[in-house]
């Protein structure tokens, strides 16, 4: 579906005047349909979000490092180390932002925030897409792609999950709104523009993989032809870059410099540079398969396809000039999109998806979703009988199709976890906590082995570390070594579920993870050649027990673990490149320190260590305490 304007000749103008004249009420009821729609729509979403509020533990995450930063130890998780186990750099300081503000909990505010940006999303979604079509002059326009968003449960699931599934939506709606009105313009000023590439820019900062989008609107932004500018185009084009870039880029920079890395720790953890394209097949289909997907999509690009004909919409001239004019049309910016959520698609199954049902492709359907959000329906029937006819089926075609999937489960194994890997992330913590709506950090007092977490932790003011029991039914409690210092040694931490454990803890317990989303030492880590997908790192205790400096010997250690591999992990941590990597979280922030992260981060990056100490100490040419006799 490409979007050209057309001109009408003669004939057809005086075709046009002889056909039937819609009431001279129709503008007055077509915009009140139009406004109604909108409405309708936002307070169905809002219900529907609602109806199945939570806060994933993967939201909770995020709260650890607001709390840090309300706290004046700036954004980290831990206190004691520089990592930025958040994913999207915008999330979390707008969450910060109001939690600023209105000094309401935590809980309360992302919750709020979140369901917010999501309904605002559609919202946004539904006026770019009227723009598209030319507004509520002689027609109707119909919600129709954002029904198919809306009654998707993960969708409904991640309006209010306290991820930043939301703001991803709400920033890409806006963008796609304003994109449509510069395209249409017929006079283009300086600062509306600039606010568009302002926006724009911050992609990466929305959520790394929003790059893409961003680059391109900026691409065709830059290359259209621009408004006049007193200074010449030559400028201009000048400055679109340096405000396009000026957050983002001054962010990277002081990202890789208080960080040593050029993305966040999640990316690092997660490899999301690796390829698994089966597991990426499984995960689309997961979601396409289970709720019919493919009928709506095709039912709607078969609408808009007949909807753009009808407005004889073409192609650009296949010149540099036709094209470039083109760029600033609304043709392009649809092929912008849907590029976008095509190219993003692409990159979703590469990675493998997520172990989280249908998330990370929530993005990508409401790109694809956003030329057909609304649907145009003409008030004059005369030569387009069949372009109204095949717009309702599609219509009834897509508001049935809503009421199925609305109603529709598509994993029903509970807390079973598939082979696949992938879970109903909401259900799966309903049923594991007892509670319909867990939201409050408290409500996940009653996952297994929480309560008793909080309870050791008070119970033993030394400090120490606490490990789960290899059945994971309860927890070891490594202790420091005598002499204790005054106060204790501190409590450490070590759990794969980071939310729930960080929010029912003070902020001086170091909370850390095996997969290392807030533990560089495990990020840094091998991935799992056949591991849960977003699991895949596993670092053995041992490490822990070595990094930490809790006693590392029996009975005091637990059972379990081997006295050789835990001298083995603190001789593997002894490697110059993972000392420095640790020192580049650890070292108190100076501009020394600050300069070395900078020029090493992209080093930093690809840094990775064997999880098998044995192996680790091969790897970096370090003498074993343990070799193996000759044979």
């Known amino acids: 579906m490409l979007v050209a304007e057309q001109d009408s000749t003669e004939d057809e103008q005086l075709r046009d005047d002889e056909s039937p004249r819609p009431d001279a009420r129709f503008p007055v009821l077509s915009r009140a349909i139009f406004v109604g729609g909108v409405v309708v729509t936002a307070v169905l979403f809002t219900v529907g979000a609602w109806q199945r509020r939570w806060i994933a533990d993967d939201g909770l995450i995020v709260l650890r490092t607001i709390r840090n930063l309300l706290a004046g130890n700036g954004p980290v ?38 369901l917010v940006v999501s309904v605002l999303a559609v919202v946004f979604a539904m006026l770019g897409t009227a723009r598209l079509w030319g507004g509520t002059s002689g027609q109707l326009l119909i919600p129709a792609g954002v029904l198919v968003y809306i009654a998707l449960p993960p969708a ?79 400028a201009l084009r000048a400055l679109i870059v340096f405000v396009a870039g000026i957050v983002p880029v001054g962010y990277q920079i002081w990202r890789m410099g208080y960080y040593g890395l050029p993305y966040p720790n ?21 979601l396409v398969g289970p709720y019919y997907l493919w009928i709506p999509l095709l039912v709607l690009l078969i609408a808009g396809v007949v909807a753009g004909i009808a407005r004889g919409f073409a192609l650009p001239r296949l010149t540099v000039a036709g094209v470039r004019v083109w760029l600033r049309s609304p043709s392009a910016v649809v092929v912008m999109v849907l590029a976008s959520g095509l190219l993003l698609t692409v990159y979703a199954v590469r990675v493998g998806g997520d172990f989280m049902h249908g998330r990370m492709l ?15 329906i003409p008030a004059r029937l005369r030569n387009s009988g069949w372009s109204i006819a095949v717009l309702l089926i599609a219509l009834l075609g897509t ?22 890997g992938i879970v109903d992330e909401r259900i799966y913590y309903v049923l594991n906590t007892g509670k319909d709506h867990p939201i409050l950090a408290e409500d996940y007092l009653d996952y297994p082995r929480m309560r008793a977490m909080v309870n050791d932790i008070a119970a033993n003011p030394n400090g120490g570390l606490l490990l789960n029991s290899p059945a994971f039914t309860f927890w070891y409690l490594d202790p420091p070594p005598q002499p204790i210092p005054e106060g204790g040694s501190g409590h450490t931490v070590y759990f794969l579920n980071l939310g729930m454990t960080s929010m029912n803890v003070p902020l001086d317990v170091r909370v850390i993870d095996p997969m290392g989303l807030a533990y560089p030492l495990a990020a840094h880590s091998d991935r799992l050649a056949d591991g849960r997908i977003g699991h895949d790192k596993s670092l053995y205790p041992d490490w822990v027990v070595a990094d930490s400096g809790m006693v590392d010997i029996h009975p005091w250690m637990p059972w379990y673990m081997d006295e050789e591999w835990v001298t083995q992990a603190r001789t593997a941590m002894s490697c110059p490149q993972t000392q420095a990597l640790m020192i580049s979280t650890r070292d108190p922030m100076t501009f020394d320190r600050f300069k070395h992260n900078l020029r090493h981060a992209m080093t930093f990056a690809k840094y990775r260590i064997d999880r098998v100490p044995k192996y680790e100490i091969q790897r970096c040419g370090l003498v074993d305490p343990f070799p193996e006799p000759p044979r």
């Open 362 to 376: 929530l993005t990508q359907l409401f790109l694809l979703l956003l030329p057909v959000a609304v649907v145009p």
């Open 399 to 420: 508001a049935g199709w809503s009421l199925y999937a609305a109603s529709t489960t598509a994993i029903t194994t509970g807390t079973k976890i598939r082979s696949s």
């Open 156 to 234: 409904r699931d991640y309006a209010t999950s306290g991820l930043e599934s939301g703001l991803v939506i709400c920033w890409a709606g806006l963008l796609w709104w304003l994109m449509i009105r510069w395209s249409q313009a017929a006079v283009v000023r300086v600062p509306s523009l600039l606010g568009l590439v302002f926006l724009a820019g911050l992609a990466p900062l929305v959520r790394p993989e929003a790059t893409l989008i961003g680059v391109l609107a900026l691409g065709m932004i830059f290359l259209a032809p621009l408004p006049q500018f007193r200074f010449g185009p030559i």
């Open 77 to 114: 998780f831990n206190a004691d180390e520089r990592v930025e186990a958040n994913t999207s750099t915008a999330w979390t300081y707008l969450v910060w932002f109001f939690s600023w503000l209105t000094q309401a909990r935590l809980e309360y505010v992302v919750l709020g925030v979140a």
């Open 266 to 286: 999640t990316a690092v953890a997660k490899d999301a540079g690796g390829a698994k394209w089966g597991q990426g097949v499984t995960y689309l289909w997961d």
